[in-house]
């Protein structure tokens, strides 16, 4: 950089800015939304597990959907609401409903939608409603001395193009939509939809906590990736994948990393943490800079296949929890950091609840 003059630099930046951007959008379009972390509902009983409170809650009679005067926000052509413990009127627990609904954000309510211009962006209705993608990961993911230049590029895309952060992505206020509904529910005394609309404000607040959620691969690799486009956007979506169905594969096998990494993560204090929302933004950008160290795990440990253009799924049938000392148990560990993180940021989530509705 010495040797070019301040407008050299300008111009420079300018060129890098327009190509960053150009293949960030480009990713954004191609990268197909896929639910976060693999089932809510499994992980979700497990985090659960410490939360004493709930045993109050034990009894709790199934009511009707009630709520067409507040819930008004348009919901998928194909959603049909189930009541999976069984017909209102009969009974069940908050341990249930929150295990049995952390999964439905996905059962078709977000999807074939047309929320806005930019859904195309994040691979159509659902995925705008469960992602939050952000160029504010310009920043992160470089050396020290890089940052600052990155720092320095976005601060001149704000002055020559008046662009701040972009978002792509509605899932904070998805989140808190759902907790503000089960306060109304509440207000009623309808336990049943106090818990049923918490769980929905979880599913959000969960899948922002999937690193893949905030940014589709580490920035190194966009900028590498200019030239050949195609491959780029395939290793990126079959590295969210795998990730997702292996995450799920050691859920269900108990490994002790991750069933540690839910049971244990302590909450946040809710003085800092102070909405739904927060907790999805703060996810958000948590998350970007551990996608730069999932990548290059996730190559050594499903092999190159992962790193290909074409659809490619790694075979979970013959896997077992990791021995120590080996690639996939440095894996583990990098994975229960985001892991606990969806444990803690649920974990908030109730106190929030508590303490707005005195549960
Ligand atoms: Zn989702």
Same mark, same amino acid.
């Given at each position: 950089?010495?040797?070019?003059?301040?407008?050299?630099?300008?111009?420079?930046?300018?060129?890098?800015?327009?190509?960053?951007?150009?293949?960030?959008?480009?990713?954004?379009?191609?990268?197909?939304?896929?639910?976060?972390?693999?089932?809510?509902?499994?992980?979700?009983?497990?985090?659960?597990?410490?939360?004493?409170?709930?045993?109050?809650?034990?009894?709790?009679?199934?009511?009707? +959907? *009630?709520?067409?005067?507040?819930?008004? !926000?348009?919901?998928?052509?194909?959603?049909?609401? $189930?009541?999976?413990? /069984?017909? @209102?009127?009969?009974?069940?627990?908050?341990?249930?409903?929150?295990?049995?609904?952390?999964?439905?954000?996905?059962?078709?309510?977000?999807?074939?939608?047309?929320?806005?211009?930019?859904?195309?962006?994040?691979?159509?209705?659902?995925?705008?409603?469960?992602?939050?993608?952000?160029?504010?990961?310009?920043?992160?993911?470089?050396?020290?001395?890089?940052?600052?230049?990155?720092?320095?590029?976005?601060?001149?895309?704000?002055?020559?193009?008046?662009?701040?952060?972009?978002?792509?992505?509605?899932?904070?206020?998805?989140?808190?939509?759902?907790?503000?509904?089960?306060?109304?529910?509440?207000?009623?005394?309808?336990?049943? +939809? *106090?818990?049923?609309?918490?769980?929905? !404000?979880?599913?959000?607040?969960?899948?922002?906590? $999937?690193?893949?959620? /905030?940014? @589709?691969?580490?920035?190194?690799?966009?900028?590498?990736?200019?030239?050949?486009?195609?491959?780029?956007?395939?290793?990126?979506?079959?590295?969210?994948?795998?990730?997702?169905?292996?995450?799920?594969?050691?859920?269900?096998?108990?490994?002790?990393?991750?069933?540690?990494?839910?049971?244990?993560?302590?909450?946040?204090?809710?003085?800092?943490?102070?909405?739904?929302?927060?907790?999805?933004?703060?996810?958000?950008?948590?998350?970007?800079?551990?996608?730069?160290?999932?990548?290059?795990?996730?190559?050594?440990?499903?092999?190159?296949?992962?790193?290909?253009?074409?659809?490619?799924?790694?075979?979970?049938?013959?896997?077992?929890?990791?021995?120590?000392?080996?690639?996939? !148990?440095?894996?583990?560990?990098?994975?229960?950091?985001?892991?606990?993180?969806?444990?803690?940021?649920?974990?908030?989530?109730?106190?929030?609840?508590?303490?707005?509705?005195?549960?």
């Amino acid at each position: 950089m010495g040797t070019l003059d301040k407008g050299g630099v300008m111009k420079r930046n300018r060129k890098l800015l327009c190509a960053a951007l150009v293949v960030a959008l480009a990713l954004f379009c191609l990268v197909s939304p896929v639910d976060a972390w693999n089932s809510h509902g499994a992980c979700t009983k497990i985090i659960i597990s410490d939360q004493e409170w709930l045993k109050a809650y034990d009894t709790i009679t199934i009511t009707p +959907w *009630t709520y067409e005067d507040v819930d008004t !926000a348009t919901i998928g052509p194909n959603f049909v609401v $189930q009541y999976i413990e /069984g017909k @209102p009127g009969t009974v069940t627990s908050a341990s249930a409903i929150l295990t049995n609904y952390a999964d439905e954000p996905d059962w078709k309510m977000d999807q074939d939608l047309k929320l806005s211009p930019f859904q195309a962006l994040t691979g159509g209705s659902q995925g705008w409603r469960h992602q939050y993608y952000g160029l504010g990961w310009l920043r992160f993911g470089v050396a020290p001395s890089r940052a600052q230049y990155f720092f320095d590029l976005a601060g001149k895309a704000r002055q020559y193009y008046g662009l701040g952060w972009l978002r792509f992505g509605v899932a904070p206020s998805r989140a808190q939509y759902f907790f503000d509904l089960a306060g109304k529910a509440r207000e009623k005394g309808d336990l049943y +939809w *106090t818990f049923r609309y918490l769980a929905r !404000a979880m599913h959000y607040v969960q899948d922002t906590t $999937q690193p893949y959620h /905030g940014v @589709p691969a580490p920035v190194g690799l966009i900028f590498k990736g200019i030239g050949n486009f195609g491959a780029l956007m395939g290793s990126a979506t079959n590295h969210h994948y795998n990730l997702e169905e292996y995450q799920g594969a050691m859920v269900a096998r108990s490994s002790p990393v991750f069933v540690t990494a839910l049971q244990n993560a302590p909450p946040l204090d809710i003085a800092t943490a102070t909405s739904p929302s927060w907790l999805c933004r703060h996810a958000a950008y948590l998350g970007r800079p551990v996608v730069r160290e999932l990548w290059p795990l996730e190559t050594t440990f499903f092999g190159d296949s992962v790193n290909g253009k074409d659809s490619w799924l790694f075979d979970t049938s013959t896997v077992h929890v990791a021995d120590s000392g080996t690639v996939q !148990a440095t894996y583990d560990l990098e994975i229960s950091t985001p892991l606990g993180r969806m444990s803690s940021y649920t974990k908030t989530l109730f106190l929030l609840a508590r303490a707005a509705y005195g549960l």
